[in-house]
C-alpha cells in the first residue's frame, strides 16, 4: 500500500502560482511513477502531469505545458507540481497518485491516491 497525502492548494488570482506537493509513504519503492490529475466540477478526471520516480522523464497535459512544471525528491518522497500563469480555467480539486506499473496519462492506470487539494483562480 502507497498512502498520499496533497498540501499547497489554495485561492490565487489570474497569472499568479501555487505550488502542490504530494508526500508519499508506505511502500514507496513499488511505485513507477507518480501523476497529477484534476477535477473541475461537473466535469472528469483530466491528466496533468506525469514523471517516472527514477530517473527524469516527465510527461505533460497540452493545457499545461509550458506553466506548470511537475518535479520530485526522492530523499522525501514528495512529488510537486509547480504552478506558474495560472488561469480561472485551471480551477479544480487537484490529485496525485502512484502507478506501480507503467508511466500512463490514463487515471485508472493509477492504484493509488490521495484526498484531493482544491486549486481556485479568480479572474
Known amino acids: 500500500q502507497v498512502q498520499l497525502v496533497e498540501s499547497g492548494g489554495g485561492l490565487v488570482q489570474a497569472g499568479g502560482s501555487l505550488r502542490l506537493s504530494c508526500a508519499a509513504s508506505?511502500?514507496?519503492?513499488?511505485?513507477?511513477?507518480m501523476g497529477w490529475f484534476r477535477q473541475a466540477p461537473g466535469k472528469g478526471r483530466e491528466f496533468v502531469a506525469a514523471?517516472?520516480?527514477?530517473?527524469?522523464?516527465?510527461y505533460y497535459a497540452d493545457s499545461v505545458k509550458g506553466r506548470f512544471t511537475i518535479s520530485r525528491d526522492n530523499a522525501k518522497n514528495t512529488v510537486y507540481l509547480q504552478m506558474n500563469s495560472l488561469k480561472p480555467e485551471d480551477t479544480a480539486v487537484y490529485c496525485c497518485?502512484?502507478?506501480?506499473?507503467?508511466?500512463?496519462?490514463?487515471?485508472?492506470?493509477?492504484?493509488?491516491w490521495g484526498q484531493g487539494t482544491q486549486v481556485t483562480v479568480s479572474s
Open positions: 497518485a502512484a502507478d506501480p506499473r507503467t508511466y500512463s496519462i490514463s487515471p485508472s492506470a493509477y492504484d493509488y
Open positions: 508506505g511502500r514507496t519503492s513499488s511505485v513507477y511513477a
Open positions: 514523471i517516472r520516480w527514477s530517473g527524469s522523464s516527465t
